[in-house]
């Protein structure tokens, strides 16, 4: 796959970047380039965000942009809001709407400090969003939206990340029947990518479990070519997408939390459900915490990427 090298420091660049950023927003309120250690009057008093969807849609978001800059990205899991809003900082489309919302350090601290604030940015996907029209704690419509906006548009091209806890929704799985109704040249494609992480909030998913027979079988009954495959392979998800048949559905899989704290007092968080929401939830207030806070952040080298003055 070495035709796919010239791209894949960059697509991995972004991904860091990002990653760094949806962890900055969650926990940080000051020393957002860490310019210092790490203390606890840094961290927020009261830490709400969703992190363990954040690297896979970081994943999926920085392979897609790559490939087809112009396609319509939409997220069905909006509790990963801080990966969405990173990316929307990393391309200048926030600073559209948020002039405050600048490349620069100041433009940072306003990103971070503001996610799940008051007066700031909700902790979830929302219509102050960019490209944004529903709440993004409300799974299952995302694949239902997507088919509606290539409705008699054959120049549209939209690519809808559904989470599997998601997927185990009423709306989502009736969704999937659209592909059937809307295949026609008179409409635009659609590009589903199932993120199975294998976790939701508490439990297993019923798609994380399932096994691969099952899963294609289920994705084919609906009239989709399905492809599975490592999320965190970066070439081999640039090889998916430089040959998509018109009918496919991808089956991306990333441990939930990747990139994350392997373990928290003693509990596994990396490819578990303890890393869905905030997976160092005394930073604020445990010192070991934070040593640990510090640590994640510092593994991203962000200073490698950002060069805001």
Not at 183 to 190: A, C, I, L, M
Not at 243 to 262: E, H, N, Q, S
Not at 277 to 288: H, T
């Amino acid at each position: 796959m070495e035709q796919y090298g010239s791209g894949i420091a960059e697509i991995e660049q972004r991904i860091r970047f990002c990653n760094y950023l949806s962890v900055a927003q969650i926990f940080l309120q000051d020393n957002f380039l860490l310019e210092r250690p790490l203390s606890f009057a840094d961290i927020k008093p009261r830490l709400l965000g969703h992190w363990g969807s954040c690297p896979g849609i970081n994943i999926a978001y920085a392979n897609l942009k790559y490939r087809f800059p112009g396609i319509q990205f939409i997220l069905g899991p909006g509790h990963g809001f801080p990966a969405l809003q990173a990316n929307l900082y990393y391309d200048g489309v926030l600073q559209e709407y948020y002039p405050a919302a600048t490349h620069d350090a100041a433009g940072l601290a306003y990103l971070c400090k503001n996610f799940s604030w008051p007066y700031g940015f909700p902790s979830h996907a929302s219509p102050a969003t960019p490209g944004v029209i529903s709440e993004g704690g409300e799974l299952g419509y995302a694949l239902a939206t997507a088919y509606g906006a290539v409705l008699g548009r054959p120049e549209k091209h939209v690519a809808v990340l559904i989470g599997d806890g998601e997927l185990e929704t009423a709306t989502a799985l009736a969704s999937l029947n659209l592909r059937k109704l809307i295949s026609s040249p008179e409409h635009g494609t659609v590009l589903p990518i199932i993120h199975l992480n294998g976790y939701k909030i508490s439990a297993p998913t019923v798609y994380g479990r399932s096994s691969e027979r099952e899963l294609l079988q289920l994705f084919r009954g609906f009239g989709y070519h399905p492809i599975s495959f490592d999320g965190t392979d970066t070439a081999r998800f640039q090889a998916v997408l430089a040959d998509l048949p018109t009918d496919a559905c991808l089956i991306m899989r990333t441990p939930k939390g990747y990139t994350g704290p392997a373990s928290v007092d003693g509990v596994k968080v990396v490819g578990n459900y303890a890393s869905h929401q905030v997976p160092l939830p005394l930073a604020n207030s445990d010192a070991d915490q934070l040593a640990m806070l510090e640590e994640w952040l510092k593994s991203y080298h962000f200073e490698e990427l950002f060069h805001g003055a």
